[in-house]
């Protein structure tokens, strides 16, 4: 392999207290890539992507970005080394309108960092690349309107809008389309294939039909442990996966 | 008007009035009241780049207006006693780079964490230097503090600032400059991210920003700022001591703040004048001032934690609608009896603090214009009955006020 | 030596003093999330109530119904005060409870004024206990000892043997999942605000005549215990307790001991500058340690935000 993986995980594992919640994960994502992680409820997702994101150190074992051990970085640094994530539950910033929350994204990657000597407002190409991603989103006619009154599947789109603004090349959204209705879930999901476009794509998920119509590979995390990590139909096919996750995931469904 | 000037005309019209305020208000104590104001207006809005920018609560923010002034009379008697070149009216800035740089070292270990963690580290630095204040005699000045006279620096333009209205231009141009660089300050990258680490800290870190170094730059602004309230309090007051310093004085830059409303630039504007009015009227009337301060602030606090400006500002929606003349009638019929109210529990209070506080033989008190005796039920009843009596009229009118609020706010036709 | 014993005791009294306050406080931390700015507010209204009542049927009495009465005073500010902020969040809270440490000290002065009140300790404790090397070691200070380590031993009990204490040692070590324990949480938060404040007037009472009975004893005494609670570690009991303790002893033996920092810093082989009085270090050439005395427990905590963010015992970073 020429290139380094977008992803690198090299036994990773994570404790809390007496508790191992993820256990020798050894995992590969490579470049534009578009990866789901599934497993239980309990299995440990979430505290993998804040293993992956820097929100958690990990007790043992390495994460690498492009070759780059992250593990014991800050989040903000993680971030600016192009990496983006969302959240399980919506965390946008409520006090301010849709076209400010866009921005806040866009604000470090366009290299405005801690200045104090621009003002926002008066910078052109910030405001036309917010009302590129307010387009990009389809929410150019909420512009104005305070993130906090949006309706639930608007702030979620939002997210994925802050999410992808900085331009990270490695998007990671974590149960993007939880909650939402069977047509919101197929706007979501037809959104989030616009704007990962090229891109290194990482998200957790629920919903089966979501999973398998987005992913290029999938990995099966249960109890902490991957137990798979393939194409979508050798995972659906595998007796392993069948076994430990798919038949009750399937009969939860039916 | 152009748009592009539409943003300048409250700054312009802010400038007209503060040039025009000491020909309408000339005697020496308008002008103290209002250098005054200009001064807490200036210290207000710097806290409020921590409390309402920054979401820092702060009980220890004087410190940085004390440390500014203590600097800038020490200035000015290099300039009186040692030769030092220094006009006056450059002194806020040295005051301001002082704060600035007693902000950095504090803010390094402080603004590792916002909320009560903060809160707490502000009040120990704060007290720190407070009682420091007593042992550190040469800079302090002990329990008398320093002083020092302002007019000893070369004149510019032929001023020498010993006239009060001099001073009150200085300070009212201070006042713009800092009014305008602290709203500047708002509308960089800088302001805005203190805006996203106070709503949502997790989600800034994860778009590429350090929340501790983004407070950090806040508060080192706030530390710059509060020392230019703190020169011009110097060149004010030509005093410093222990009680710019204390508790007191940055608890009253919290209520302030607060009273005003934290949320809004303006909040702190609109909370320093009335607070400093409250304060002279109040002041002069009754004893008990700080009493009814402390009530309204409480009262804020359970009620209307948006402020006064938040007051002012849920009447634009109504106004937009063009329904504001709806409220007009509701408006009219409360105001009889809340007036009568708080005159009766201002009457209550006055009453029973008489009654127990004068000196021995001296039952006579006077309030409003009327003289009784205050060790009489009788005044006291009255007070009671009339308080009892505006509460039943304000209840009788509160379902109809609550239904013109209601239509005031509904944007269809009349409901 | 026999000055060292004196000041062992004088500083457990401080200190043990200090902890009623701080327990009360971490309790209310721990439980609700919100650091009560007025605590030692309460704690000046237990001193003025135990006055009051002193007045009307003696100091025994009142140490009974003062905290009570400032436990029900403080159980009707949760419930009608703190509860309606609580939904603003942490902040509007806190300056809640500090706009409610105003009032409280007007409200007094309202009724009290401003000067201090003549409360005395009961005639029965007023003799020497014992004396070592010729100081006097008045009872009244044992009989604060017996009742601060009583109650410590009380809350120990409560906490480590009741049903209640398990349910409030569960929010100590998880105080996300406490809302979670299908216990009426609501009550349990205004009977641990009544508690911690009952607590906090009960040291009122007791140290009332000691320290004495003024508008400003929440003040004096309210930010040392920030402090305190600070430096033992938010949230945590043993480390109010140790804190407590440390500060105590710390401000007893720097009043007692004068120690100038002429001889420490002449014993560090410095010489005195020939022009003290002018010289821009004088301060630091003439300064005591009963002087520094009162800044040590904020120096303290200075030093340990810095190595020690977490406090001495704390378990979560601060």
């Given at each position: 392999m020429s290139a380094p993986a977008a992803i690198e995980l090299e036994g990773l594992s994570k404790s809390f207290g007496r508790v191992e919640?993820?256990?020798?994960v050894t995992l590969a994502i490579a470049k534009g890539e578009r990866h789901a992680i599934i497993g239980p409820n309990g299995a440990g997702k979430s505290t993998l992507f804040n293993l992956i994101t820097g929100k958690y150190h990990p007790t043992d074992g390495r994460v690498r970005l492009n070759g780059e051990a992250v593990d014991q970085l800050k989040p903000y640094e993680i971030n600016r080394r192009g990496l983006s994530r969302s959240f399980q539950i919506t965390n946008i910033f409520p006090r301010m309108s849709v076209f400010e929350n866009i921005r806040c994204g866009l604000l470090w990657a366009m290299e405005y960092k801690y200045s104090f000597w621009h003002l926002v407002d008066r910078q052109p190409d910030l405001t036309r690349r917010t009302e590129e991603i307010l387009s990009e989103i389809n929410m150019s006619d909420k512009r104005d309107t305070l993130a906090g009154v949006l309706t639930y599947a608007e702030q979620r789109a939002l997210e994925i809008g802050i999410t992808i603004a900085g331009g990270a090349d490695i998007i990671m959204l974590d149960e993007p389309t939880a909650g939402m209705s069977a047509s919101e879930t197929e706007y979501i999901v037809g959104l989030i294939r616009k704007v990962t476009e090229s891109k290194t794509l990482v998200v957790v998920e629920h919903d089966m039909g979501v999973v398998f119509d987005l992913a290029d590979r999938i990995s099966v995390l249960v109890y902490g442990e991957i137990i798979a990590s393939d194409t979508p139909e050798n995972v659906r096919a595998s007796a392993a996966v069948q076994e430990a996750y798919l038949g009750t995931a399937l009969e939860e469904e039916a | 008007m152009s748009d592009a000037l539409r943003p300048l005309a409250p700054w312009g019209v802010a400038a007209l009035v503060l040039a025009v305020l000491p020909f309408i208000f000339a005697s020496g104590a308008a002008l103290t009241v209002m250098n005054q104001m200009a001064i807490t207006i200036i210290f207000a809005l710097a806290y409020n780049m921590l409390l309402g920018q920054g979401g820092m609560l702060s009980f220890g923010h004087a410190v940085y207006m004390g440390l500014g002034g203590f600097f800038c009379v020490h200035l000015m008697n290099w300039v009186e006693?040692?030769?030092?070149?220094?006009?006056?009216?450059?002194?806020p800035l040295f005051g301001g780079l002082f704060g600035l740089f007693f902000a950095m070292i504090v803010g390094t270990f402080s603004t590792r964490r916002a909320g009560t963690v903060f809160a707490m580290i502000s009040l120990g630095v704060g007290e720190l230097i407070a009682a420091c204040s007593i042992i550190v005699v040469?800079?302090?000045?002990?329990?008398?503090g320093v002083s020092g006279d302002r007019t000893m620096g070369p004149t510019v333009f032929g001023l020498d600032f010993a006239s009060q209205q001099e001073v009150y231009y200085l300070s009212a141009i201070w006042l713009m400059i800092s009014a305008a660089a602290m709203y500047l300050y708002s509308r960089t990258p800088a302001g805005r991210m203190a805006n996203a680490v106070r709503d949502n800290e997790e989600r800034a870190e994860f778009l590429g920003y350090s929340q501790r170094k983004v407070r950090f730059m806040s508060f080192c602004a706030s530390g710059f700022f509060a020392g230019i309230a703190g020169a011009l309090f110097a060149i004010n007051f030509e005093i410093l001591t222990e009680e710019n310093l204390n508790l007191a004085t940055s608890g009253s830059v919290l209520l302030i703040t607060f009273l005003g409303?934290?949320?809004?630039?303006i909040g702190p504007i609109i909370g320093a004048i009335v607070f400093t009015l409250l304060q002279t009227v109040l002041s002069l009337y009754t004893e008990i001032w700080q009493l009814y301060l402390g009530i309204l602030f409480v009262a804020t606090v359970m009620f209307f934690p948006s402020g006064l400006t938040g007051l002012i500002a849920i009447h634009f929606r109504p106004y937009h609608l063009g329904?504001?003349?709806?409220?007009t009638k509701p408006y009219a019929l409360i105001a009889l009896p809340a007036l009568g109210l708080a005159l009766a529990s201002a009457s209550v209070l006055e009453i029973a603090f008489h009654a127990r506080h004068a000196a021995l033989g001296d039952e006579q008190m006077s309030l409003f214009g009327l003289s009784f005796n205050?060790?009489?039920p009788l005044p006291l009843i009255a007070a009671l009955a009339l308080g009892a009596l505006c509460i039943w009229l304000l209840r009788r009118q509160l379902p109809s006020f609550r239904e013109a609020w209601d239509e005031a706010n509904y944007a269809g036709g009349p409901s | 030596m026999s000055l060292v014993l004196v000041n062992l005791l004088d500083g457990l009294v401080t200190g043990l003093l200090l902890f009623m306050l701080c327990s009360g406080l971490t309790l209310i931390f721990s439980m609700m999330g919100v650091l009560n700015f007025a605590h030692a507010s309460f704690y000046m209204l237990g001193a003025y109530f135990g006055y009051q009542i002193s007045t009307y049927v003696g100091f025994w009495p009142a140490l009974l119904i003062a905290p009570v009465i400032v436990g029900v005073a403080g159980a009707l500010v949760e419930r009608y005060g703190l509860r309606r902020v609580h939904k603003f969040g942490h902040v509007p809270e806190l300056i809640f409870t500090f706009g409610l440490a105003l009032l409280i000290e007007e409200v007094v002065q309202f009724f009290w004024g401003k000067s201090q009140m003549a409360f005395e300790e009961p005639e029965i404790l007023k003799f020497a206990a014992f004396s070592i090397a010729g100081n006097a070691f008045p009872a009244y200070k044992v009989f604060m000892i017996f009742i601060a380590v009583g109650i410590f031993l009380v809350l120990l009990y409560i906490l480590t043997r009741t049903r209640v204490g398990l349910i409030i040692q569960a929010a100590l070590s998880y105080p996300e999942t406490v809302q979670n324990l299908g216990h009426n949480v609501p009550l349990v938060f205004m009977g641990v605000f009544g508690v911690g404040t009952a607590l906090a007037g009960l040291a009122g009472v007791i140290a009332g005549p000691v320290l004495g009975t003024f508008p400003g004893m929440a003040v004096v005494l309210g930010t040392i215990v920030f402090v305190t609670i600070v430096v033992g570690g938010l949230g945590s009991l043993w480390g109010a307790l140790a804190a407590s303790l440390l500060i105590g002893w710390l401000q007893t033996f720097a009043a007692s001991y004068n120690v100038t920092m002429r001889d420490v810093l002449l014993t560090l082989g410095l010489t005195e500058p020939a022009d003290l009085a002018t010289s821009a270090l004088r301060d630091l050439w003439t300064l005591t340690l009963p002087q520094i005395g009162p800044i040590l427990p904020y120096l303290l905590m200075v030093l340990v935000l810095a190595f020690r963010p977490q406090g001495l015992f704390g378990k979560r970073e601060t």
């Open positions: 919640i993820i256990r020798d | 006693y040692d030769n030092l070149w220094l006009p006056l009216p450059l002194l040469a800079f302090f000045g002990g329990e008398e409303g934290a949320g809004f630039f329904k504001i003349s709806v409220l205050s060790h009489h | -």
